[in-house]
């Protein structure tokens, strides 16, 4: 770059785009902006940008300035401490460690800032939401659900946990996840009022999903043909290894293929190119669009007052029979397996059950 003294001239100071530098205010009344590169005894030589993508040195004679206004490094900084809160639903342990620690590395390097006050109670806030979530709370909807309250309440928090995640994978347009993860959520929360409300909405998300796999495999034969006419335009070198790609593909793409439905997942992971994934998801999403429907009018008990139930009556000391028969209900409620293990060693814990 080209090195120019600076003349004070206007025609530079309109040219001239600032972002994030000092200050220069020149005794002709006016002032440039850019990041000292390099200074000697008499000049300083400055970074500036003629354009967001352009950036140009100017040279300024010390002789020239009445005064430097050097750039506020903190309030940059502060500028992403600020974002910090509120903090989002559902963040772990160690999410509000990482945020804790940008507060604290920003106080450390910015000690006196006029933003320590607001960086300090930023800090407060964090610390007091990550104490409740290390004690077992959950943040849900904005707010902070209590410890002992989330444990009254896990099965249906939890469930509410799960329908907050599939409903963030569907609106990031992460269809296969969502699925798959209302799968589990239906295994473990088949009698919640959360599954009531989730139904309609996976359904149309099913839908959706089936019409996108759909136009894929209606399309998939002249698309294979396609491809098939570009091999054979192409110089025998490239076809080859083109060919031998491709087959390298189909077989990693067969081998998950058969693990998937071993492992029983349902919905599989599609390819525009393998067949056999298009028309799995299209048959398996019809059954699950079957079973979805003829569900959405059978009775059910609420899972999640059985659960809230048995644990009322374990932490009020009822009876062997009576909390025995209260989780046998729970059971009966289709309560997951690990929802009821906790009832178990909460009444084995209370003596109500050995």
């Known amino acids: 770059m080209k090195t120019h003294p600076i003349a004070g001239s206007l025609c530079f100071l ?6 994030s530098a000092d200050t220069f205010v020149l005794k002709d009344g006016s002032s440039v902006e850019g990041s000292i590169l390099r200074e000697d005894a008499a000049s300083y030589v400055v970074e500036v940008n003629i354009t967001k993508s352009i950036k140009d040195e100017r040279v300024i004679a010390k002789a020239d300035v009445a005064k430097i206004e050097r750039e ?95 409903r963030a994978y569907v609106k990031d347009l992460q269809y296969l996840r969502a699925l798959r993860a209302f799968s589990e959520f239906d295994r473990d929360f088949r009698n919640t ?31 294979v043909k396609e491809r ?31 693990a998937e439905k071993e492992a029983k997942l349902g919905w599989v992971t599609t390819h525009p190119f393998f067949k056999p994934s298009l028309e799995e998801t299209i048959a398996f999403g019809k059954l699950e669009l079957t079973r979805l429907s003829a569900a959405k009018s059978a009775a059910a008990v609420d899972g999640g007052k059985a659960f809230r139930d ?24 289709m309560v997951a397996p690990r929802y009821i293990a906790i009832l178990e060693s909460a009444a084995q814990a209370s003596g109500v059950l050995k």
């Open 310 to 333: 048995a644990l009322s009556l374990i932490h009020g000391k009822g009876d062997k029979n009576t909390v025995t028969n209260a989780i046998t209900a729970a059971k009966t409620a």
């Open 14 to 19: 309109v040219l001239t785009c600032t972002v």
């Open 193 to 223: 009022t959360t599954r009531a409300a989730l139904v309609p909405f996976i359904s149309q998300v099913m839908t959706t999903y089936m019409a996108e796999i759909g136009q894929s495999l209606s399309t998939f034969d002249a698309r």
């Open 72 to 166: 506020q490094l903190d309030l940059t900084a502060f500028e992403a401490i600020a974002k910090l809160t509120p903090v989002p639903d559902l963040l772990t342990e160690e999410e509000y460690a990482q945020k804790i620690k940008t507060v604290e590395k920003f106080l450390a390097d910015h000690r006196g800032s006029s933003k320590s006050k607001e960086a300090k109670a930023i800090l407060a806030a964090l610390k007091s939401e990550a104490n409740e979530i290390l004690a077992g709370g959950v943040k849900m909807n904005g707010k902070i659900v209590p410890p002992a309250e989330y444990r009254a309440n896990a099965y249906d928090i939890d469930a509410r946990i799960q329908e907050a995640k599939i």
């Open 228 to 258: 098939d006419v570009g091999l054979q335009r192409m110089p025998t070198a490239d076809r080859r290894a083109t060919e031998t790609a491709i087959r390298e593909e189909t077989a990693e793409l067969e081998k998950r293929f058969k």
